[in-house]
């Protein structure tokens, strides 16, 4: 069964700062891998999904299979960032998400 | 567009109660998951529905939570009796088909405490 690892439950930086929050899987297949992020009051939203390889709000996310990881990355940290991040796996086709544990991201001014 | 909308925001039961929670997606989506989310947890499926025919249910307790989704349209979730364990949020979301299948908008959520 595929699993998405989440290591860090909270990750705290300084605004400027570069923030890389890290996601692990273990799928056999080829995956599809997305953020979804949760800001204070709000529902849970989509942030980038691996195949649109595009940046959102300055975030990037590579998947790399050799190290089976899709790790969110950041250059600058902005207050505004502060939420839940929870990386995501589906195995394709018409297969539900699977959610890992999420990282709390606390930007501090 | 309209979001998904989700009914009640919360709920407070005692154990071995029943509670029921309403769902109804974004118009046009095919797709409707329920998943529950535990705190300090994320989110676990636990029903994924085609319009109105069940694609996985693998991790439904199926001997105290039912769903449905009647016309392919609204879904309820029920759950009876509820356990301790019960106490979650439970997140409605829906999907459009093609290439944004795996493109999921939330819901508020339905808050479950039981006592």
């Known amino acids: 069964a595929q699993r998405v690892t989440q290591p860090e439950k909270l990750l705290s930086v300084f605004k400027g700062a570069p923030v890389e929050l890290k996601c692990n899987y273990s799928?056999?297949?080829?995956?599809?891998l997305f953020w979804y992020v949760q800001y204070s009051r709000q529902r849970l939203q989509l942030l980038l999904r691996?195949?649109s390889r595009e940046s959102i709000k300055g975030f990037t996310a590579d998947l790399n299979k050799g190290e089976t990881s899709f790790h969110l990355k950041k250059p600058f940290a902005q207050e505004e960032d502060s939420a839940m991040y929870y990386c995501?796996?589906?195995?394709?086709?018409?297969?539900?998400?699977?959610f890992g544990s999420g990282t709390r991201l606390q930007v501090q001014p | 567009e309209a979001g998904v909308a989700q009914s009640p925001r919360y709920k407070i039961i005692e154990k071995r109660q029943s509670v029921a929670f309403w769902c109804n997606p974004i118009s046009g989506h095919a797709t409707l998951y329920w998943y529950q989310q535990i705190l300090g947890q994320g989110p676990k499926l636990l029903i994924q529905?085609?319009?109105?025919?069940?694609?996985?249910d693998s991790q439904l307790p199926k001997d105290r939570f039912s769903a449905e989704r009647l016309k392919g349209v609204d879904s309820t979730l029920k759950i009876q009796p509820a356990k301790l364990e019960d106490s979650a949020v439970y997140l409605c979301?829906?999907?459009?088909?093609?290439?944004?299948?795996?493109?999921?908008?939330f819901g508020a959520g339905s808050r479950l405490t039981v006592l």
């Open positions: 979301a829906s999907s459009p088909a093609g290439s944004g299948a795996n493109v999921l908008t």
């Open positions: 529905f085609q319009n109105n025919g069940v694609v996985d």
């Open positions: 691996h195949i």
């Open positions: 995501a796996l589906s195995e394709g086709g018409r297969r539900a998400l699977t």
């Open positions: 799928y056999s297949g080829s995956p599809e």
